[in-house]
């Protein structure tokens, strides 16, 4: 079973930035989803990558704030958001697996395997 392993949440003050860092050691994975979850709230895609860190998908809400990379070569995958507001405030989310051939909010992958999570909180 391979655990995802998330890093880079904390608190910080609203418009600040933050970078998540996912970590898949050991594996060969194609397609890389960044979702999270809010208290009470249901749970949010916000990104994908895919295709070797060339294609990119991101949900509607996240576009122009949050930006997946993944680093040349290796299982790491990055979640930049800049502009932080309070409403981004929630346990942010990894999941890999095979990519599904197509995209929708926020996700284009099969989710074979996911993290713990790592908290992040805006004031």
């Known amino acids: 079973h391979v655990q995802l392993v998330e890093s880079g949440g904390g608190s910080v003050q609203a418009g600040g930035s933050l970078r998540l860092s996912c970590v898949a050691p050991?594996?060969?994975?194609?397609?890389f989803h960044w979702f999270r979850r809010a208290p009470g709230k249901e749970r949010e895609g916000l990104a994908a990558?895919?295709?070797?860190?060339?294609?990119?998908h991101y949900a509607d809400s996240v576009l122009g704030r949050f930006t997946i990379s993944q680093e040349n070569g290796k299982n790491i995958v990055y979640l930049q958001i800049d502009r932080l507001e309070p409403e981004d405030t929630a346990m942010y989310y990894c999941a890999a697996g095979k990519y599904l051939g197509w995209c929708i909010g926020g996700n284009c992958c099969r989710q074979d395997f996911w993290g713990q999570g790592t908290q992040v909180t805006v004031s």
């Open positions: 050991g594996y060969q994975i194609n397609c």
């Open positions: 990558v895919y295709n070797g860190g060339f294609s990119t």
